[in-house]
């Protein structure tokens, strides 16, 4: 599932998508990242994560090895599910130098507003990667 990600030298990306689980709860959410926080930083791993309508968007990125780790972590989180893995690989720069974990929720910004008006009714699923990644960047000002 990670082999690209093992393939990597130096720094790398993963980016997925998920379901939460159905108890999960507003106090479930800050202890994720209560905990994500603390470990990403530890490992000198930065992100992104984005709660809407049910579904969860991570971005990860940093070394190699604490990427891996942390991610098999999230991958066997039974707090969420159906997870779809959109890109992985190789990072020349960070894209969330300053983010421990930022989050996000629908409140804050809408991914499927954000589809809607970058003029495209539907994201091509050749580039549906790249827009979610776009609009993650978009929003961590
Ligand atoms: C949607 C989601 C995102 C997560 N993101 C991170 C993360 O960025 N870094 C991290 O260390 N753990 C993350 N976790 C938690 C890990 O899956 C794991 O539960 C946690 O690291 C265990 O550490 P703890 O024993 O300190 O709670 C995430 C979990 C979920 C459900």
Known sequence: MINELREVNGLGYFLYRSTAAQRLSGGDTQDILRSARHRNQALGLTGCLHFEDGMFFQWLEGPKEGLIQVVELILDDDRHEDITI???????VRR??????????KD????MDWFASSGKSTV???DYAGAVVAFLVSIAI
């Open 86 to 92: 959109l890109d992985q690989g190789a990072l020349d």
């Open 96 to 105: 969330f130098q300053d983010w421990r974990m930022r989050f996000s929720d």
């Open 108 to 111: 804050r910004a809408s991914l």
């Open 124 to 126: 091509r699923p050749k």
